[in-house]
């Protein structure tokens, strides 16, 4: 089992930078795929960035994809999503989520498939 705590969130005006980071606890962060979620008011929950187990494989969602990096440190038991460019649109809750897998590669982008969560922070972008 893995716990995840997100942290990073806050109030920042269009054009500003954030860095996200989710820690995790245990001994086998590395065995676990890595994804960044957001949930606005009144809208469903929508996947922004998934990494592999070994950060080698990633994958964005089309509105962020350019804008928004995840990585990961294995050594430090956490995964991060930088933003840059940020929109009023951007404003949401942002989950950290972490799927086991066998595959080192495989990268997940539908929030059934993974298994544990964080508790989210929150993003607020002004105009």
């Known amino acids: 089992q893995v716990q995840l705590v997100e942290s990073g969130g806050g109030l920042v005006q269009a054009g500003d930078s954030l860095r996200l980071s989710c820690a995790a606890s245990?001994?086998?962060?590395?065995?676990?795929?890595m994804g960044w979620f957001r949930q606005a008011p009144g809208k469903e929950r929508e996947f922004v960035a998934a990494?592999?187990?070994?950060?080698?494989?990633?994958y964005y969602a089309d509105s962020v994809k350019g804008i928004f990096t995840i990585s990961r440190d294995n050594a430090k038991n956490t995964v991060y999503l930088q933003m840059s460019s940020l929109k009023p649109e951007d404003t949401a809750v942002y989950y950290c989520?972490?799927?086991?897998?066998?595959?080192?590669?495989?990268?997940?982008?539908?929030?059934?498939?993974?298994?544990?969560w964080g508790q989210g922070t929150q993003v607020t972008v002004s105009s």
């Open positions: 245990g001994r086998t962060f590395s065995t676990y795929a």
């Open positions: 989520a972490a799927k086991a897998t066998g595959y080192s590669g495989s990268f997940y982008i539908i929030p059934l498939q993974y298994n544990y």
């Open positions: 990494i592999s187990r070994s950060g080698g494989s990633t």
